[in-house]
């Protein structure tokens, strides 16, 4: 019920390999949000991608804050 509140846009970034599995969070999330969407599976990255994969999950949200910004102006 709280998910379907949120109306900004929303940025999902998983790693493939997560070791407790991203596909249930992933199924509940794009089940319940009423809301763009942008979704990102890391491959070779395990459960912590902004660890991980540091340098990509960086780039990713910047992509979408230039993106999201370009749409507003």
């Known amino acids: 019920e709280e998910l379907r ?3 900004s846009p929303v940025h999902l970034v ?3 390999e997560d070791e407790y599995g991203f ?3 992933l199924v509940l999330l794009v089940e319940n949000l009423n809301t763009a969407l942008d979704i990102q599976v890391l491959k070779g990255i395990g459960h912590m991608p902004q660890h991980h994969a540091r340098g990509e999950v960086i780039a990713s949200v910047k992509r ?6 370009l749409l507003e102006s």
């Open 23 to 25: 596909h249930e969070s």
């Open 14 to 16: 998983f790693g493939k």
């Open 5 to 7: 509140k949120i109306e």
């Open 64 to 69: 979408l804050a230039q993106r999201e910004f």
